[in-house]
């Protein structure tokens, strides 16, 4: 059983940088892959970005490409996504999952097994 909570979301405008943690308790966080989705109000929830049980492997959604920088530290039990230029097309609920997944199916939804309760991020223009 892993439980995972989000931390770092809040109100900023266009062009900030926000960066959003996410804690893991639980046993073998650190065989597990990570990832973080987002939903925003009306719209289906969709993949942001991925990283691999090592770190070694890293997945983003094209339209974050360049922009966000996911990672992790397995001694800490904690993800992040640092997300650089944000856009007003960036507010959403970003939620953390950690699922025992394997490309190519990093970017579906439905192949994690944990989730966290999500963390809200509004960009203003």
């Known amino acids: 059983q892993v439980q995972l909570v989000e931390s770092g979301g809040g109100l900023v405008q266009a062009g900030d940088s926000l960066r959003l943690s996410c804690a893991a308790s639980?046993?073998?966080?650190?065989?597990?892959?990570m990832a973080w989705f987002r939903q925003a109000p009306g719209k289906e929830r969709e993949f942001v970005a991925a990283?691999?049980?090592?770190?070694?492997?890293?997945y983003y959604a094209d339209s974050v490409k360049e922009r966000f920088t996911v990672s992790r530290e397995n001694a800490k039990n904690t993800v992040y996504l640092q997300m650089n230029s944000l856009k007003p097309e960036d507010t959403a609920v970003y939620y953390c999952?950690?699922?025992?997944?394997?490309?190519?199916?990093?970017?579906?939804?439905?192949?994690?097994?944990?989730w966290g309760h999500g963390t809200q991020v509004t960009v203003s223009s």
């Open positions: 990283i691999r049980w090592s770190g070694g492997g890293k």
């Open positions: 999952a950690a699922g025992r997944v394997t490309p190519p199916l990093v970017t579906s939804s439905l192949e994690y097994t944990y």
């Open positions: 639980g046993r073998s966080f650190s065989t597990y892959g």
